[in-house]
């Protein structure tokens, strides 16, 4: 079982120099890499059309490849820099080239303020007297809040607008025994900012997470009155960053509760599968908890229930708004709230029934075969 601790850091100016030095070499190798590797594929395009090459077969460059180069290539910034850390750079490098050819956009390269942790995966980092040990940076004072379980795995350096955090990521070695499943829950995840649950009941962001999306909205706006690379603008961008921050806390604090709430409550959660791509598109769901948000809290959710021995699904979405439980079809566009069947005389709030429907796929399945693979719960990459 995976698990992930974040604590704040209180590096010094000495160290805070160095942290920021470090994100900017890895950022720079990042973008590097990437330009390698994309002028790389141009040339094999190349080579693919037009058959002849007078300097020889261009070969594609994979992650073993720069990997291999790095030791030999470095820069002075990057011998500045622990090694498994700049490998790790190339590693998410080659991550991010995974997710394109698994559907995802290209590989984007990494502005100044888009490229905000560095990890160390193996060793070069270690806890003493309630301090953090960064090979290459220093000890720093960090806020050890709570103990770590397991083994540490790996150690995220992350810099949020001008605070800065260490995650560790854990693993534990643990039997859990499986409850057996007594209680079933039904979520749709709505597009009003709610959870209709399968019982019936709502479950409502708290308001402030509002009253900060609202004052995002007024920040942002003002950001784009102020003049490009301007000094204002810069004060202004921290101060929507900062927003940011505070949205993204309370969203993580939401999600936390209503994860706990639900695993407390139900050996068996049941989600729709949640389709990001499209709902990113879809604008007018900005205003809600965003698409983010929902990811956030069945990610949490699943790593609660995973310790618990309890289980979460996730089911095809196809239909759940748009048919009976009885299964009779009932096609209603967005405008319709109230579901109303002709065949049953069912007549029920959508989003209830929608829940009912998620239940009872979930219900339907057995306990491991479209169960939700638990994902990686550690840092989340820039
Ligand atoms: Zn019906």
């Known amino acids: ?35 390698e590797r994309k ?7 190349l080579e693919r059309d037009f058959g002849v090459f007078s ?52 590989p984007r390269f990494k502005g100044m303020n ?34 770590i379980q397991g083994k540490i795995k790996t ?12 995650i560790f990521t854990t693993e534990i070695e643990r039997e ?23 019982n019936g009941e709502q479950i409502e962001p708290p308001r402030f997470l509002r009253m900060s999306e609202d004052k995002l909205i007024k920040e942002q706006r003002k950001l784009s009155k102020k003049k490009l690379r301007s000094k204002n603008r810069n004060k202004q961008r921290i101060k929507v960053a900062r927003v940011h921050r505070k949205i993204r806390n309370q969203r993580k604090d939401f999600a936390h509760k209503t994860g706990r709430m639900l695993v407390d409550h139900y050996d068996r959660i049941v989600f729709e599968k949640l389709q990001i791509r499209n709902m990113v598109k879809n604008h007018c769901l900005a205003k809600s908890i965003s698409d983010a948000g929902w990811g956030q809290l069945i990610r949490m ?13 996730q ?14 079809p009932v096609p209603k566009d967005l405008s319709v709230r109230v579901h109303n069947c002709p065949d049953c005389g069912l007549v029920l709030p959508r989003d209830h029934v929608s829940a009912i429907i998620i239940e009872n796929r979930g219900k339907n399945v057995g306990t491991d075969c479209t169960e939700f693979t638990p994902v990686e719960i550690g840092p989340i990459l820039c």
């Open 301 to 313: 959710t699943i790593s609660k229930a995973e310790e618990a021995g309890k289980s979460v699904i």
């Open 315 to 328: 089911v095809n979405p196809n239909g759940t708004s748009q048919t009976c439980v009885c299964g009779y």
């Open 39 to 45: 002028r790389e594929a141009e040339l094999n395009n």
């Open 176 to 198: 859990i025994k499986k409850v057996p499943v007594e209680t079933i829950i039904g979520i749709d995840v709505g597009l009003k900012s709610l959870l209709t649950l399968s």
């Open 155 to 166: 150690c995220t350096i992350k810099k949020d607008v001008d605070t800065w955090y260490v």
């Open 114 to 147: 888009r490229y905000n942790t560095f990890t160390y995966p193996q060793k070069g980092f270690g806890i003493e007297d309630g301090k953090i040990n960064l090979s290459k940076i220093g000890s720093i004072r960090m806020f050890l809040h709570r103990d």
């Open 1 to 35: 079982m995976k698990k992930a601790y974040t604590f704040r850091i209180y590096p010094n100016k000495n160290q805070e120099v160095k942290l920021n030095r470090t994100l900017s070499t890895c950022r720079h190798l990042y973008n590097d890499s990437l330009e």
């Open 55 to 106: 300097w020889g077969k261009p070969q594609w460059i994979t992650y073993e490849d720069q990997a291999n180069a790095l030791p030999e290539s470095k820069t002075s910034f990057q011998k500045e820099v622990f090694s498994q850390v700049l490998q790790n750079v190339l590693k998410r490098l080659d991550r991010s080239f995974e997710n394109f050819f698994g559907g995802n956009g290209y």
